[in-house]
């Protein structure tokens, strides 16, 4: 902000702070007594069809709401305004002959941004404009900084994100955008329960780093002076439930991974984790899909959505291998290529990829997928079998011990759910932990720790299971059409 604005606000800031102190001399700055006996978008709901004459004819009084002033045109003897409760706008008209006199002039003098509670009657305006006719009103709170221009809103992306209450205050498309945030993760929940899944809290503060391969956030806990690491998903923690006896169950709640900002990544996301014993990988790629589609109807979306303008059809689901679509996109390898690990380096290496010394053959086909496929995936896809060497707690594919049963579903060329049939061998599960253990050795911060009190719970025996992640916030931002992971967080993380 310039210095002439500056300067601006300072002054506006301090004629407001004059305002108030004449509110405190009469001991109504802050009042808490007026209770809203209704809101915006209820009356126009109930009253929105009435003509002026029919409103007239019903004689509707005894309407009492509270908001924000974010428009207002003093007119002499009377004057207009429009309130902003959280459902929506609404315009009131107040004259000196139906309020006192004493009250009508303190209200010319009240601010945009002021919070007021207003009673009166119903009518309709010479434009035809639903309105309440004041006769009663009261400051509630007194506003002492201006609201962002009106008409435009918060215009500044990163004000946007540092102040969201100012955001949320002026721009009404970023409010619905949170409605339907809310109403998509409540779809997705009422599912879970249609299908018999018990909803569950596990731990967000682990002793150790795993379910899932990311960098850690590590804390303190000073009591018991050891470190904890904030959760990176809740995949073990769930499945020693299905070790106890649950059979279904899923959690929706936050997961934490100390990786960069972008546009796709904030250190804390919300992710959907389920887990059935005795399904198969087929009944969860169906479940996955229904839910989508639920999710999509809450938000009303059409079955055709845009997304950072590409189209996209949600009646369209198909299903491919990882190893099918890598030769499918890329003509000059062959499958007994994707055996060779001389030949997939040099093929990374042609796509400017740096390859890692302890990669196998499995994380270079994932790369090649990473880096040739993923992004032409639009229509929803679930794609199957992927290596073992990237999916340490997957089952291991009866036909193809070198593949895992797990899929990965892609929309608008990005992930958005990962499942797979769970590993219950302790003694493989034990083997991979030890893999694990070998990187993060070598060097490799994503790797997960051994987690012995998760072996001792296979070793009791956990059923044959599947589980699915599915990331909340990217789902949210498929279905409001928002490019930026950001516009779906109320408060995003941010450099300071």
Request: proline share 3%.
């Amino acid at each position: 902000m310039d210095k002439d604005n500056l300067s601006g606000e300072k002054a506006l800031i301090e004629e407001r702070r004059k305002k108030l102190d004449q509110l405190r001399d009469k001991g109504s700055a802050y009042g808490n007594s007026f209770k809203p006996q209704n809101n915006s978008n209820d009356i126009f709901k109930e009253y929105g069809e009435f003509s002026k004459d029919e409103l007239a004819e019903k004689d509707i009084k005894n309407i009492s709401i509270a908001g924000r002033i974010v428009l207002k045109r003093v007119m002499g003897n009377a004057s207009f305004a429009t309130l902003r409760d959280s459902s929506g706008d609404i315009q009131i008209y107040v004259t000196k002959n139906n309020v006192e006199q004493s009250v009508y002039e303190d209200f010319k003098t009240w601010d945009l941004g002021d919070i007021v509670g207003v009673s009166g009657s119903l009518f309709r305006t010479k434009t035809d404009e639903l309105t309440i006719d004041v006769w009663d009103l009261e400051m509630i709170t007194k506003s002492l900084r201006p609201m962002p221009e009106k008409f435009k809103g918060l215009t500044d992306i990163e004000a946007r994100y540092r102040q969201r209450y100012l955001d949320l205050m002026t721009n009404t498309a970023t409010k619905e955008v949170f409605i339907k945030r809310t109403k998509i993760i409540d779809s997705m929940r009422k599912k879970m329960n249609e299908v018999g899944y018990l909803e569950v809290e596990t731990p967000m503060m682990h002793p150790l780093a795993g379910g899932a391969v990311a960098r850690p956030f590590v804390t303190q806990h000073n009591a018991l002076g050891q470190d904890l690491y904030l959760r990176i998903a809740p995949e073990l923690y769930l499945k020693r439930l299905l070790v106890g006896g649950f059979e279904k169950v899923f959690e929706i709640n936050r997961s934490f991974r100390n990786e960069g900002l972008s546009t796709k990544h904030n250190p804390e996301f919300t992710m959907m984790e389920w887990y059935q014993a005795y399904a198969s990988m087929q009944d969860q790629m169906d479940l996955t899909r229904d839910i989508i589609l639920n999710a999509a109807s809450a938000a009303s979306c059409e079955s055709i959505i845009k997304w950072d303008d590409v189209d996209i059809n949600l009646d369209n689901f198909s299903q491919s291998t990882l190893t099918s679509l890598v030769l499918d996109h890329n003509k000059e390898l062959s499958e007994d290529d994707l055996t060779d690990k001389y030949k997939l380096s040099d093929f990374l290496k042609n796509k400017k990829v740096k390859v890692e010394k302890n990669w196998g053959v499995g994380r270079m086909i994932l790369e090649i997928f990473e880096e040739t496929v993923e992004s032409k995936l639009i229509d929803p896809t679930f794609v199957t079998e992927y290596p073992v060497e990237v999916s340490p707690l997957s089952r291991r594919s009866e036909e193809n011990p070198d593949f895992a049963d797990r899929f990965e579903l892609f929309i608008g060329g990005k992930e958005f759910a990962n499942g797979f049939c769970e590993l219950n061998d302790p003694d493989d599960q034990a083997s991979r932990f030890e893999d694990q253990v070998a990187a993060k050795d070598s060097g490799d911060k994503e790797a997960m720790d051994y987690d012995h009190d998760y072996i001792t719970a296979l070793e009791h025996g956990m059923p044959p299971a599947v589980g699915v992640g599915l990331g909340v916030d990217r789902l949210v931002m498929l279905l409001t059409n928002q490019s930026s992971i950001r516009d779906v967080l109320l408060f995003p993380q941010l450099k300071s």
